[in-house]
């Protein structure tokens, strides 16, 4: 079992940058690939950008690709989702999810409580 918690969230202007991390315990987040997803008010959940176990391969949803960059530091157990030039439309709750599988879908094992991410315009 892993424990995930985000953090970072909170209410910025468009334009502006924020860092989610996402803290791991239970175990090492190095035998899991990493997710970040979002959701809006009124939405389903969306995907937002992986990454692979040791950090070398990165996918990225098309929407964010160019502005957020996701990482890792495995020796701090903490993964991070580097946000610039936000929009409004980048409003949701983040959630941070772990699987020992590479996934191209939402169907990670383990999941964070989530932060919320404002942007005003």
């Known amino acids: 079992q892993v424990q995930l918690v985000e953090s970072g969230g909170g209410l910025v202007q468009a334009g502006d940058s924020l860092r989610l991390s996402c803290t791991a315990s239970g175990r090492a987040i190095s035998s899991y690939a990493m997710g970040w997803f979002r959701q809006a008010p009124g939405k389903e959940r969306e995907f937002v950008a992986r990454i692979s176990w040791s950090g070398g391969t990165t996918y990225y949803a098309d929407a964010v690709k160019g502005r957020f960059t996701i990482s890792r530091d495995n020796a701090k157990n903490t993964a991070y989702l580097q946000m610039n030039s936000l929009k409004p439309e980048d409003t949701a709750v983040y959630y941070c999810?772990?699987?020992?599988?590479?996934?191209?879908?939402?169907?990670?094992?383990?999941w964070g409580q989530g932060t919320q991410v404002t942007v005003s315009s």
């Open positions: 999810a772990a699987d020992p599988r590479w996934l191209n879908t939402g169907e990670y094992d383990y």
